[in-house]
């Protein structure tokens, strides 16, 4: 049994929706695990289900080998970090650290102890005396993971932390608290909808959709190797392209162009994905894309067209071709990396 | 610095309800200084006269009433302590059922509150008979008990604690939680701490309230020990009457002034709070 065992675990609420599906995930000690999904996936139910603070309907938890069904949060040992952080509005920062030291009935001398070592790693000793309201959001996020990080809890558990913080921010605290997760080790749980925060985060990641793990890898795992049309279309920046086509006798012919010798016995319908970053320019190529807008960031070009019929199309490439608005590019696909999935069912076929 | 026609008018605005307020105390204030025949004969007065100290150390220490016992002093110090008394017991209940109604989502809690809420419609003075039973069977007439407990239920203070718990996030509680904080500790170091300008707020009311009862000390209290200011003013306004003696008006200004202390005390002490709560959202 590893440190948290997720067995079969369903949450149905009363009003009938069920919003997490006989999931199950194992997570070993130290893990950095990253559930990501779009809103109303279950991430966040799944997450508040560990922490005890939603029922579980079906299915249990263990955590480091005792069965948490039916223990209370405040018994469990696991520390969150809200969205909103959820600091104590009329304490002051050290009190707010304090606070759940003081109801475990620490005495006062180790409290100042962990308070000061947590504030000191956090950078926050400054700020001890301050109430939340006088302090800026990325000072209000290192709190929150100071009192986290206080108790010592055996798992920390995220909940989109990041997404009220500016853009540089939120960059570098996602920074931040992957160096603080290795320093401190504690096995850590982070939802997110944010596929790049996944992507960075994450030891593994498990992607969600509608309460059902559609996915569950490391990062480049994922990334390279997509099993559903979900998965292929959430990971990954800009966005695949998928163009539609239909597969028979080991060849798939798309909308204008024809894949010979592919890997599968799958016959029909089908969906074509292809990465944004894994085309090039080559002279009389499958893909003819007609240019309508480049956007240049510095060190990519992302390209944005369509193809012959009419269909959208994302081609990125380095930042020191120069593009014209309007033109005719010729795209190969590099090194065979396209995906082929059934279009009905949504599971990758090649 | 220009100043506008528009301010000037609001500030005639302004003086002249400053004065509708300090007007009459002023006058009460004055006229509590002089001596009875000079107000009789000459009306109210604007200046203060000699006879402040007489009139404040006769209304307070003289023996009054039917057993020539109790003394404006003692009814001070009976209202003081009813009123404390509900204001105190008001505002801990209200606060910790509007905390059960909003944090433990019991199936009835809507009804309760509603139930809670309906017994606006039907004050003390609705209910006097049935309240003086209960209390009377209780043997609780004329005791401080007696004149606190019908008075300490208030379905306005439950009310507004309710609305203002439902305005904190669930996050808190949650955070709580996890914190290792239980139902009890939630309440006293986050509820509390968080809506102490509230909790000043309603005491101020209640207090006054408490402090302005006239009805039920009046039914309840037949020991004059237990008598109180509101009452202790009708009775300075009636007695001695139909002897040769003059109405004693420059003491009852005294009394009506002194019967004002408390009440602005409490506000003055916990207006620095409730203003420090409005202009400081913590929240």
Known sequence: MSFLDLKNVTKIYPNGTKAVHETSLSIDEGEFMVF?????????????MVAGLEDITEGDINLDGKLMNEV?????DVAMVFQNYALYPHMNVYNNLAYGLKNRGIDKETIEQKVNDAAKLLQISDYLQRKPSMLSGGQRQRVAMGRAIVRNPKIFLFDEPLSNLDAKLRIQMRLEIKKLQQKVGVTSIFVTHDQVEAMTLADRLAVINNGIIEQLGTPIEIYDNPKSLFVAGFIGSPQMNFLDGNLKNKTLSAEGFEIKDINSDFEGEVTLGIRPEHLSQSENALISL?????????????VYGQLKNKKDFCYRCPGNQTIEKGSNLSLNIENNKYYIFDKSTGKRVN | M????LQIIAHIILILGVLLMVVPIWISFASSSHDSVTILTEGMKFHIGDQLARNYNEVLNEKGGWSEEVTAAKMFINSFIMALGIATLKVVISAMSAYALVYYRFKLAVPIFWLIFITLL?????????????????GLTNSYTGLILPLVASATATFFFRQFYKTIPDELLESAKLDGANG????????VPLSKTMIAAMFIFMFVYGYSQY????IMTTAEEYWTVVMGMKIIYTESYEGVALPRTAERFAYIILSMIPPVLVVVFLQKWFIKGLIQTEK
Do not use: A, H, M
């Open chain 1, 36 to 48: 990501v999904g779009p809103s109303g996936c279950g991430k966040s139910t799944l997450l508040r």
């Open chain 1, 72 to 76: 209370d949060p405040s018994e469990r």
């Open chain 1, 290 to 302: 007609k240019v309508e807008l480049v956007e240049q960031l510095g060190s990519d070009n992302l």
């Open chain 2, 2 to 5: 220009k100043i506008k026609p």
């Open chain 2, 122 to 138: 039907v004050p003390l003075e609705v209910r006097i008979f049935p309240s003086y039973k209960i209390v009377s069977d209780l």
């Open chain 2, 184 to 191: 009890w500790s939630f309440f006293i170091d986050f509820l």
């Open chain 2, 215 to 218: 009805l039920w000390p009046l």
